[in-house]
């Protein structure tokens, strides 16, 4: 019997090497797998190109990430944050590497690279300096950019419910991008709120098929990095 | 007697203008307001870009669900109909076609459409482009709300942007204190002047060639 479940998000992260390019699924705080960062925070691998949409927030999570200096790179598409100078202040002083990329352009990165689509072409950046060094090509009478499709290593996710085959359910929009990555990382690693015997999520309902997870870690009760930040809370 | 619009005028004169049954991208800032003034027996369905349809106002402290956020990462709440999806279909409804009005805030936009409002270009600023780029070139209808001038009296309706560019000629109307301003392929053209402006201080207030309203 297939069962991807994990013992502990300790175990879920312990074969990420130094080096490895990582997908963290959220969208701000929002779905964001805490717990996940916070382990590999603990298991301490450095020199990670990490792909999310933003850059963490307050001095944990994510950010807590970063500030421990275990990221060499960033790639997304909106590294300010209202909560967070970890980030900025690293950037200014030449301390880690960013790539921005327009959010659906970063979404379709993931996705294509899920699809086995090597690249694709978008009006998206068309006559902006992001389209700088990148290849157009007219279609119809219109401009496009051709984009690269994007994969990791690693994707590191939190969902809502899961089974031991690694199907998933999200939380509203905590769902954002983690359906992407799931499809586009080597190793899937997720952090269920909930985790279910097989059989007891309704077929229909399921929104990432397990043929894109690996491993599966329960997680109840997760902390929420709002909570985290009101409290006043840094992971180090 | 009044001069100009108010931010909430502006949001109202936007809303006006869009068609009931649209799907509508809201911008954050003054472009949120809009919301607050949908016209009698219309609705409109409002899109948020990190993956729903059918978005409601901000909840009350039990509403609260600390996953629902909408783009500018504010808690909002789900309307009866609202529907969930992630970014890469989030972002088809964008790039697809598929949202009617997009309703943007600005640092400038120029009299051949493009639109400027992602960064300031400054040697010290972090990019950070978010959606702004899809929204531009995907929806067909992109509106902008913004102030005439910048705070220091600069016009923000220029013959060419000097900040980097978020879309070139993509932009169709623009709401501001002073008037509702068209972008047309010979430049700016004024559609309807705000209560007690003259055509001639839009003209002065505005960096590009201007024609009257009919």
Known sequence: MINKQCPSVAE??????????????????????VELLHALIDHGARDLTVINNNTGNGEVGLAALIGNGQVRKMICSFPRSSQSKVFPELYRAGRIELEVVPQGTLAERIRAAGAGIPAF??????????????????????????ERWLKADFALIKCETADPLGNLTFNKTGRNFSPLMCMAATTTIVQATHLVARGNINPEHIVTPGI???RVVEVPDPVHEDILIAEGRRYA | MSHGWTREQMAARAAHDIPDGAYVNL?????????????????????????????????????????????????????????????????????GGHIDV??????????????ANWSTGAPDAIPAVGGAMDLVQGVEKIYVITQHTTKTGEPKLVGRCSYPLTG??????????????????????????????????VQQKTGAPIRPPA
């Open chain 1, 12 to 33: 879920a992260v312990a074969d990420i090497p130094d080096g490895a390019t990582v997908m963290v699924g959220g969208f701000g705080a929002s779905g964001s797998p």
């Open chain 1, 121 to 146: 072409y978008t009006p998206t950046a068309v006559g902006t300096v992001l389209a700088e060094g990148k290849e157009s090509r007219e279609f119809d009478g219109r401009e496009y950019l051709m």
């Open chain 1, 212 to 214: 894109f997870v690996d």
């Open chain 2, 27 to 95: 911008g954050i800032g003054i472009p949120e307001l809009v919301t607050q003034f949908v016209p009698e027996g219309r609705e409109f369905i409002y899109h948020t870009e990190n993956g729903m349809l059918g978005m409601g106002p901000p909840p009350t402290e039990d509403e609260r669900d600390l996953d629902l956020m909408n783009a500018g990462k504010k808690y909002v709440t789900e309307l009866p109909g609202a529907v969930y999806f992630h970014h890469a279909d989030s972002f088809s409804m964008i790039r």
């Open chain 2, 102 to 115: 997009c309703v943007l805030g600005t640092m400038q936009v120029a009299e051949n459409g493009d639109i």
């Open chain 2, 168 to 201: 070139a000629g993509v932009v169709s109307r623009i709401f501001t204190d002073l008037a509702v301003v068209d972008v047309t392929p010979d430049g700016f053209q004024v559609v309807e002047l705000a209560p007690g402006v003259d055509f001639d201080e």
